[in-house]
C-alpha cells in the first residue's frame, strides 16, 4: 500500500526490448511522416496600384505594361495557375515599382525646376 492507503499499482512501460530491425515484434517502431505546407493565400495581381500608375504616373509606358501584366495574372489566377499568376503579378508589382520611383523622380525634378525660376 502507498502513504494515502490506496493499494499500489504497477504498469510495465514497455514489453520487449528495443533490439531487432524496426516494425517488427518486440522491436521499436519507427514512424515517419511527411508534411506539406500549402499556401493557402492566393496570389496578388496589384491590378488597383497598376491602374493608378497607369493614369496618373506612365512615365516610359511603365504604367500601361504593369496593367498588362496585372490583368494577365487575374486571367491565371482565374484558370487556376496559381504558379503562372504568382510570376505575372511579380512582373506587375516590379513594373508598378519603377513606375512609381521615376514618377516620384521626374515630379520632385519639376519642383525643383519651378521653386528655382521662381526665386530668380
Avoid at 54 to 74: D, E, M, Q, W
Wanted: proline share 8%.
Amino acid at each position: 500500500m502507498n502513504p494515502r492507503g490506496h493499494p499500489a499499482e504497477t504498469f510495465p512501460l514497455q514489453v520487449g526490448n528495443n533490439e531487432g530491425p524496426p516494425g517488427q515484434p518486440g522491436g521499436s517502431a519507427v514512424v515517419q511522416y511527411t508534411t506539406v505546407n500549402i499556401n493557402t493565400e492566393p496570389p496578388q495581381d496589384h491590378i488597383i496600384w497598376s491602374l493608378c500608375c497607369f493614369v496618373h504616373f506612365n512615365p516610359c509606358c511603365l504604367g500601361l505594361a504593369a496593367l498588362i501584366y496585372s490583368i494577365k495574372s487575374r486571367d491565371r489566377k482565374v484558370a487556376g495557375d496559381l504558379d503562372g499568376a504568382r510570376n505575372y503579378g511579380s512582373t506587375a508589382r516590379c513594373l508598378n515599382i519603377w513606375s512609381t520611383v521615376l514618377a516620384c523622380i521626374i515630379g520632385l525634378v519639376f519642383i525643383i525646376i519651378l521653386y528655382n525660376s521662381s526665386s530668380d
